[in-house]
């Protein structure tokens, strides 16, 4: 008899050699760091995910991202709420703002614009995201090697690829997200 740890919550058995073996057991990941809130509006009803639109001030920023649970399953219908200065670091009412839903491979895609540096911080991006399975997780992510200093460490790095864009230039980033145990 095989004795699994109780940290594995997924598994499936598959005939090898007359044995029957663990085909995928969970190796747990640690959940994303909780920041704060800050001083911002998070109410924004909008789904539309491009943020920032063509000919508008700033450089693109072309975000994927996943939501995960701690056995790196897929989070579906997590809500996704953000929000971030423009390029200059203001943060304008009713601007870089949304409220996106997970699709089923716990997915979600953002079109935006680098943010500015705000309020003394490095440059980031808020985030509060939901599950009823899963609580809600707070967090700002930052950007790796960002010269007004790195905030969060490895775990709330972002990193850039820049990428060029006609005349100019845009950055492309991607991140997962691992959301903890039960509702919070």
């Known amino acids: 008899?095989?004795?699994?740890?109780p940290s594995v919550r997924r598994l499936a058995v598959v005939p090898l050699l007359g044995l029957w073996l663990p085909a995928q057991a969970c190796i747990e990941r640690a959940p994303?760091?909780?920041?704060?809130?800050g001083p911002h509006d998070y109410t924004s009803q909008s789904s539309d995910n491009r943020l920032w639109r063509e000919?508008?001030?700033?450089?693109?920023?072309?975000?994927?991202?996943?939501?995960?649970?701690?056995?790196?399953?897929p989070i579906a219908g997590a809500e996704v709420r953000i929000v971030h200065?423009?390029?200059?670091?203001?943060?304008?009412?009713?601007?870089?703002?949304?409220?996106l839903e997970t699709d089923a491979e716990g997915a979600f895609k953002v079109v935006t614009v680098l943010p500015g540096y705000a309020g003394g911080w490095p440059r980031h991006i808020h985030f509060v995201i939901t599950h009823p399975a899963h609580?809600?997780?707070v967090t700002w992510l930052f950007f790796k090697n960002d010269p007004a200093g790195e905030m969060g460490g490895e775990q709330l790095a972002?990193?850039?690829e820049?990428?060029?864009?006609?005349?100019?230039?845009?950055?492309?980033?991607?991140?997962?997200?691992?959301?903890?145990?039960?509702?919070?």
Do not use: H
Request: proline share 8%; net charge positive.
């Open 1 to 5: 008899m095989i004795t699994l740890r």
């Open 32 to 37: 994303t760091p909780q920041t704060f809130l």
């Open 55 to 73: 000919g508008e001030p700033g450089e693109p920023l072309f975000l994927s991202a996943r939501v995960l649970d701690a056995c790196s399953n």
């Open 85 to 99: 200065a423009d390029s200059q670091g203001n943060f304008v009412p009713g601007r870089f703002r949304a409220r």
């Open 135 to 137: 609580g809600r997780l």
């Open 158 to 160: 972002l990193v850039l």
């Open 162 to 184: 820049e990428i060029p864009r006609g005349d100019g230039k845009a950055w492309v980033a991607g991140y997962e997200f691992v959301l903890g145990g039960g509702p919070g």
